[in-house]
């Protein structure tokens, strides 16, 4: 007999521009925000029984109000807050997961003027258990990082179908998506954020790199080292590759100046890096 399994519903992607207007200058939080609830939901997958369902038409509406409420704050509040609602209010709802993109916007010329930042993108999960208790999950997706030199890549493994020759000086670059967990819920979000993401890029930077892996350790190790906060760091990196072009048909010397810059097929490079006390916390992945 068939039986059913783990289940969520909810609603993805509500897309929430929230100005707060100043004397001076007004300021942006840019969102999207899905929102998915679990708890005793089996009635509706059984018998269609929508007794214990809240319409994923007003999670949509509680994101539009809580924007409002809550006002200027940081994405990890705004889903904490969030989450604790879903949860408070509806007895059948035993978790919820809130997550939330944030779009970066500069200050433009002018109080009311803006300039869209990149493509960087600041990430927040936030998983609310009435019994296991609360989790964050920040971080940043699309953060393309690019060293031109300082890296090698050599030693490596050769078998009678690899191609690729050894190398003592490449360009390094990557498109960075990287989560960090949080030990707690009392952060300062926005100076977490900020020295996680210095941390990150220094290390980037500083690390004279043989491999991919081995910047993918420097970067997880100093984020924990900046933010004692944060007990979990997961990174993956796609090695955006650059070849050399071969200029030699010209008459031109290529001395290391003229790439080819591919994107695809591409290396995927993934890997945790945990401080030495981090507990399990399966709930901050889900």
């Known amino acids: ?23 001076e200058r007004d300021a942006l939080r840019d969102w999207n925000v899905s929102s998915s609830l679990s708890g005793d939901l089996a009635a509706v997958h059984l018998s269609g029984d929508n007794g214990h369902v809240l319409p ?13 409420r809550l006002g200027d704050v940081e994405p990890e509040a705004f889903a904490l807050a969030l989450g604790e609602h879903f949860v408070g209010s509806q007895p059948p709802i035993t978790r919820a997961r809130i997550a939330v993109e944030q779009y970066g916007w500069r200050p433009g010329p002018a109080g009311h003027s803006f300039v869209r930042d990149g493509g960087e993108v600041r990430t927040t999960t936030v998983v609310h258990d009435e019994t296991l208790g609360t989790t964050v999950v920040s971080g940043i997706d699309d953060l393309v990082l690019l060293n031109t030199t300082n890296s090698e890549f050599w ?5 009678e179908l690899t191609t690729l020759p050894e190398t003592r000086d490449r360009i390094l670059a990557t498109q960075v998506s990287v989560r960090w967990r949080f030990r707690s819920t009392a952060v300062d979000w926005a100076a977490a954020h900020d020295a996680a993401r210095e941390a990150l890029l220094a290390a980037f930077a500083d690390t004279y790199s043989y491999s991919l892996q081995q910047t993918l350790y420097a970067m997880g190790t100093r984020i924990l080292g900046a933010v004692g906060d944060i007990c979990e760091v997961r990174l993956t990196l796609p090695n955006k590759h650059h070849f050399l072009v071969d200029l030699a048909p010209f008459d031109l010397v290529n001395d290391n100046e003229v790439y080819l810059a591919a994107d695809r097929p591409y290396g995927l490079i993934e890997g945790t890096v945990l401080a030495d006390d981090a507990d399990e916390a399966p709930l901050a992945w889900s």
């Open 1 to 23: 007999m068939p039986r059913l399994g783990s289940n969520r519903y909810g609603k993805a992607e509500v897309r929430v521009l929230r100005v707060s207007r100043g004397s």
């Open 56 to 68: 994923t038409d007003t999670q949509k509406n509680t994101v539009y109000a809580f924007a409002q």
């Open 155 to 159: 030693g490596f493994v050769k078998d």
